[in-house]
Structures are given as structure tokens and as C-alpha cells.
Nanobody
Framework: QVQLVESGGGLVQPGGSLRVTCAAS????????MGWYRQAPGKQRELVAT???????TYADSVKGRFTISRSSAKNTVYLQMNSLKPEDTAVYYC?????????WGQGTQVTVSS
């Protein structure tokens, strides 16, 4: 059984920073990539960033240069550092883990960017 628990969301002003964390537990295959998605009200869930076991990262164009995904394989934890936040970054952020028997999702953490 796999469990993903996100934390670290909150309210931040435009231009501010937040770091969200995903703690994974259970039968985690460390060679499987993990990622962050987000879903804003009335919109479809979209990919934000992914990271492989070797550290290769990909980002949505909308967050490139502002967000950084990182991973601690020893701790089964994935981080998303978000800088220069904009109101359009407001969404529920979800952690994703997709082994062959997946995908698995966390419950999400709300990020609100507003003055």
C-alpha cells in the first residue's frame, strides 16, 4: 500500500515563496519518477513538475524559472519550492507517484496567492 501526504500549502502574497512537501510511505519503488500536479477551480488537473530517481527534472512552461522540484530518496520525500508566486498559481497541489500498478495521489494541499 502506498500513501502520499502533502503539506506546506497556505496563503501567500504575490511575489512570495512557499515550499510544499510530499511524504511517501509504503512500497515505494525508488526508480519511479514522482511529480507535482495542480488543479485550479473550474480547470483540469495539470502537470507542474516531475523528477526521476536520477534527478532529471521537467517543468510546465508556466512555472519554469520559478519552481524547483527536488527529491530525497532516502526519506521518500519530494519537495516543490515555489518562488515569485502569481495569483494564477492558486490551486490545490497534488503529489503523484505512478509505478506500473499506479497511479497514486495525495489528498492535495491548497496554495492561495493573493494580496
Amino acid at each position: 500500500q502506498v500513501q502520499l501526504v502533502e503539506s506546506g500549502g497556505g496563503l501567500v502574497q504575490p511575489g512570495g515563496s512557499l515550499r510544499v512537501t510530499c511524504a511517501a510511505s509504503g512500497s515505494i519503488l525508488r526508480f519511479v519518477a514522482m511529480g507535482w500536479y495542480r488543479q485550479a477551480p473550474g480547470k483540469q488537473r495539470e502537470l507542474v513538475a516531475t523528477i526521476t530517481a536520477s534527478g532529471t527534472t521537467t517543468y510546465a512552461d508556466s512555472v519554469k524559472g520559478r519552481f524547483t522540484i527536488s527529491r530525497s530518496s532516502a526519506k521518500n520525500t519530494v519537495y516543490l519550492q515555489m518562488n515569485s508566486l502569481k495569483p494564477e498559481d492558486t490551486a490545490v497541489y497534488y503529489c503523484n507517484y505512478s509505478p506500473p500498478k499506479g497511479p497514486y495521489w495525495g489528498q492535495g494541499t491548497q496554495v492561495t496567492v493573493s494580496s
